[in-house]
């Protein structure tokens, strides 16, 4: 805003002085807009009449109102083109030679952007400001426009764009590793840097947008130069000359930071921020990391050197002034030709560069760029971010992806339960017998009182015949016995209708008098056992019946499976799912064993199964997903995948599936994308830890085994120096430090339902006291391995393998051990096992999946060491009870009968089961405890009815006890479930010829 002043008297033109600045952002009319109207506050400039005398005085503002003849892109170039913005926030910890004091220099950085054309499109930024440091830069704090004629304070400042900063964690480039908090937290208080916080917007077409993506893909690495060029005044007048001075010695401190730009390929990412480190730029490296043939400082004709000798140098549309002096502006370009290398000689330093495995930081021709060198000296980092308005690959929406779920598992709802029926029916029956017996015992009392029930054994019939005569006489006299034939006729109703299906007219007088007569039957019946139990004091007891509970179950069917009885273990399944079919947990227990036999094609319907019963479930997805890829259903597991990303976006094994399902299909740069995304959610959950670690011991809580956890943790992390969990930007693979297996507590009464351990069927959940740092694709082989998806395992153990910071570790080995367990590979399996011994001698997993895999090899007094071994542990293993089991059967066969007694004990309190009774039955048998054993085989009979072994001591004891019906029945069941055993069944007819009765058949 210019004001024209009135011309004084001898004045030839009209003077003119600048008021105010505002600036109009022109965007609207890229994204298809052809007019708009917007109000912008006017910045005054110094001493202009437009300031404020005082504080608190309301800005003066521009309508401005812009207008253009036709929109000046189509509605292809807006839906295909981009928006590409880039902030360059700042340059922390700088060489220490970069002072304040002396000759003005211009700190700039530049990089290229790719278009459809032959050339790429620079962007620049320049006069970056040099601070000594002392204090953070605030934040947010405004990002500025990268135009050099603005004069009017406040008027630089893009308004409602913001610099707000983040955690480093979340960072997306170089140093945000918890190790490098420190460093730089010291550098962006204390130390030097340069700040610019200048954003710079690039539109690409469609054309250019495709270019871009593609360059992405090929070159990955985008270099961003820095550079410093001494400001020199152009003197005034024609006669005068430039100094001849070396362009290359004006163009100092020339670095290069290397940006990775593939997480732009990810799908959905728009935006990333991030510090770089700066190195020297050597024009080999450059373009062997990133193609780029050239520089924008050393070889675009020195352009920009030649502009910075006059003014206006952060203007980006100014025509770019060179020296009027043509003959020095010649000369200037022909030493810069002689002094720019070939691309033949790039090329060739550059093959020579790839053959070699020297590091960036020493390259022999670090001598060419010895003052670059100081940028790797001083640390220093630049902080960027690079923004588009669409993101270049688009991410399918959770609502797409729930969908495609629905379409290929439809939910089912659960089943309504019916509120009548035939059992409904009977148990009102029940109800109705159960009321009305009270009530004729109330009756009963009132007329002949309590004390006659006491003494009924002392009265005599006709006593009692006489007392029911007068019973019921009152109740027909007082009306009651009709009352109590209306009470029941409508339960008696239901019966007929509901068990008889009886609901319309006889066809004949025999057919009603056939179904009454079989109805009363039933109803007398019936009644028997309503007044059975509604006074079972009258009645002889009955044995009470054990009912074995869900978790039971599962504990009975992994017996099973270890002991390799897989049609006893499918029946103890299909119990669980009998009983709980809307249990979709059943389900997946079902899949798993499924996986074992490897019934691939009937885990996946069981895991289908509990997806439809709830499709947020995530591990239902993950094994749908994992199911997917065995049966080679990709597009399928893609989905299944990409669900549980969107679901549960921290769940780390769901990361870790989706990148190695990208892994199966060549696609490297998702499967950067998902491990990236799977250690930074590790990460984020090992910091919450701490803080959590925090809070306990700051409240002076004792320390627990969490607290040891994290500071054995953080010990580890700062005598390696090396992050808990780590993602460098070069390499997509890495991952974690190995970690130590731990022990996971299971409580006595539940351990039945979750105990995940087998020896021919590990479920290798591996447990210590205290977990030290894991990678994500050792707590991805976990969960595989707790299905059973062994084929699986293998592909992520190579990755656990070659992680810099995974690698062979104690659970690696054990893990490797297990999957040849499972193959009855013994040799392999002894081999990974001395090896995870070496690297931790006092794990008790390793001990205890010796003792199996000595005990599957029948080499049991090795097997023997090692269980004792591990129980003698402080840590117990994460599969005690099959460790105690095969202990005690070990000490039964060597006749150590009192250690197998208390081996057993200490088993059935943890984890009761039919073959933990039966070994503490046969231990106090063999003991001559015969109460003992008859009260622990009863407990193991009750558990399992069909155990041969179990009705086979049973009938030992009742022999020697002397109770000849019990022991003719119990062998009547062992013959019946034809006992495999022929010592025992030897044992049982000797028994029977001492005593002289038990075999029925003689």
Known sequence: MTEVLPKEKKQKEEKTMILGQAVVDLLPLLEGESSFETMVPLHPVPGSPLEPLRSGVKQCSLEVKVFVAEPLLTAAQISGGSLLKVTLEAAYSVPESFIPMGLLQNFMVGLQVPSAGEKDYPIFFKNGTLKLGGEREPVPRPKKWPIANILAPGANYIPDAFIVGGPYEEEEGELNRPEDREFRNQAECIKKRITWDLESRCYLDPPAVISFQKRIADCRFWPVEITRVPLVTVPKGKSAKFEKTDDEGQLSFHGVAYVNMVPLLYPGVKRIRG???????LGSTVYEKTKCLFSLFRDTDHNLIQNNKIGGINSPVSKPVISKNLKEDKTVKEKDMEARPRPGDVQASSIKSQSSDTPLEVEPSLCNNPEGQQYVEAGTYIVLEIELDKALVPKRM???????????????????????????????YHMQIKNISRAILNEYHRMFGKQAVQVESDLDSETLEEQKCQLNYELNCSGKYFAFKEQLKHAVVKIVREKYLKTTAFESQEELQKFISELYVFLVDQMHVAVNQAMPDDVQGTPSTIYTSSEQLRLFAFEAEVNENYEMATVYYEERLVREPQNLEHWLDYGAFCLLTKDNIKAQECFRKALSLNQNHIHSLLLCGVLAVLMENYEQAEIFFED?????PTNVVAWTLLGLYYEIQNNDIRMEMAFHEAFKQLQARVLRAQVTKQRITGLGAPLSILDEFLDESSNLQSESHE?????QSQDPTTSQKPSNTFIKEIPLKKEASKCQESSTCLHPTLYSVSQTPTTIFMETIRFLMKVNAVQYVHRVLAHELLCPHGGPSCEYYLVLAQTHLLKKDFAKAEEYLQQAAQMDYLNPNVWGTKGHLYFLRGNHAEAKACYERTISFVADASEMHFIFLRLGQIYLEEKEYKKAKKTYLQVCKRSPSCLTWLGLGIACYQLDELTEAEDALSEANALNNYNAEVWAYLALVCLKAGRQLEAEQAYKYMMKLKLKDESLLAEIHMVQETVGFGNPSF
């Open 644 to 648: 549980a990303t969107c679901l549960e």
């Open 398 to 428: 959770p609502e797409e992806l729930a969908r495609r779920v629905k379409e290929m598992i439809p939910p089912r709802p659960p089943v309504t339960r019916r509120t009548g029926g035939a059992q409904k029916a009977v148990s009102d």
């Open 723 to 727: 992050p808990i969990l780590s993602v």
């Open 275 to 281: 510090a770089f480190h700066v190195y020297p730029y």
